[in-house]
């Protein structure tokens, strides 16, 4: 999959928009393409968000950690049994604005912009969950530390 910015699922079908504005359909849902996503980089979208779950507490419409290593964060926009669903890139968010009760424009960072039909509620609970995961990934990890064994191991 290239570096998208978003992607639309309707039924089984997908639509993404890279940064250059560039449209690609696919054959399979969003979810799927994120899965697959996942599996290349020695993963499962049901182990990233079972640990989502887990360490966060959230209950549905789930963030996917694609890498630690990128950052790459995919999150919906609705629950996983929607028919039409939209799926973000959160590093490829740059703002986002109410237009109405059920519609919102995302600003991308490369200019670009689109309208959904969420809630701007809901696109600010989905970029909060990605801050959360993303202070996660980036917090002190103790038990990942070198502990200092100078003094007590022998020089060579």
Partial sequence: MNRLLILYTKDNTSTGVDAQ???YRYDKPARQLIAERCIANACTIKGRQD???????????????????SREIW??????MAREN????????????RLSDYETRIVFVNGGEAVVPYN?????????????MTAWLNREKEDDAVPDMRGI???I
Avoid at 86 to 97: G, K, N, P
């Fill in 120 to 132: 701007i509620r809901t696109v600010r609970m989905q970029m909060r969950r990605c801050e959360e």
């Fill in 75 to 80: 999150f919906p926009l609705a629950g996983s």
């Fill in 21 to 23: 504005g560039r449209t």
């Fill in 153 to 155: 191991l022998p020089e």
């Fill in 51 to 69: 640990a989502a779950i887990v360490l966060f507490g959230w209950k549905r419409k789930i963030p996917v950690l694609i890498s630690e290593t």
């Fill in 86 to 97: 939209i799926w973000l890139a959160y590093d490829t968010v740059f703002s986002f604005h």
